[in-house]
T-cell receptor, first 113, second 114 residues
Framework: DAEITQSPRHKITETGRQVTLACHQT?????MFWYRQDLGHGLRLIHY???????NKGEVSDGYSVSRSNTEDLPLTLESAASSQTSVYFC????????????FGEGSRLTVL | ELKVEQNPLFLSMQEGKNYTIYCNYS?????LYWYRQDPGKSLESLFV?????AVKQEGRLMASLDTKARLSTLHITAAVHDLSATYFC??????????????FGTGTQLKVEL
């Protein structure tokens, strides 16, 4: 079955380190998204991409970057991790046509000490 | 800026009771989605509502959309413990530069007591 996978599922890092969270989907969706989930805030959009070489900032993009070199992957990089970036990160994708619902990965829990 | 507000944020109810979760949003949209999230898990799509007056039902859950009132409801009938989870609504908004994105509400944490 096609799916969307994230890695690592759990990571602890130190302030100032660079961290990359991987997201891989096998549905061949062009549209991919990164959200962070925090108590009291629901899910907030970090970055999104509508296809290879396309990336766009979401509402909470400061301190994060993404790149899209192929259809399957959208890695999320924290250039210099901060304690405020401790969160659960979800990658999602959606079909190019149709209802527009998102399909989510299992999440990556990141702790920045 | 689009605001999506859910209420209540927390809901504790007894098995067998009925209740409604409300999702209000602040901009024009005719696409709304409901998701369920179990603790420590991913989000699972429940309902896709694509037009004014849309109503979808699955088991004890029924969702509806009123685009004129900018309101969606998720109604729970005769709740059972297995429905305990956090429920999110998400509004689809067309971006000025093209494309669209989902904006999520803060979620409603539902606990159904045995």
């Amino acid at each position: 079955d096609a799916e969307i996978t994230q890695s690592p599922r759990h990571k602890i890092t130190e302030t100032g380190r660079q961290v990359t969270l991987a997201c891989h989907q096998t549905w061949n969706h062009n549209n991919m998204f990164w959200y962070r989930q925090d108590l009291g805030h629901g899910l907030r959009l970090i970055h999104y991409s509508y296809g290879v070489q396309d990336t766009n900032k979401g509402e909470v993009s400061d301190g994060y970057s993404v790149s899209r070199s192929n259809t399957e992957d959208l890695p999320l990089t924290l250039e210099s991790a901060a304690s405020s970036q401790t969160s659960v990160y979800f990658c999602a994708s959606k079909r190019d046509s149709g209802p527009g619902e998102l399909f989510f990965g299992e999440g990556s829990r990141l702790t920045v000490l | 800026e689009l605001k999506v507000e859910q209420n209540p944020l927390f809901l504790s109810m007894q098995e067998g009771k009925n209740y409604t979760i409300y999702c209000n949003y602040s901009t024009t949209s005719d696409r709304l989605y409901w998701y369920r999230q179990d603790p420590g898990k991913s989000l699972e799509s429940l309902f896709v509502l694509l037009s004014n007056g849309a109503v979808k039902q699955e088991g004890r859950l029924m969702a509806s959309l009123d685009t004129k009132a900018r309101l969606s409801t998720l109604h729970i009938t005769a709740a059972v413990h297995d429905l305990s989870a956090t429920y999110f609504c998400a509004v689809d908004v067309i971006l000025t530069g093209g494309g669209n994105k989902l904006t999520f509400g803060t979620g409603t944490q539902l606990k159904v007591e045995l």
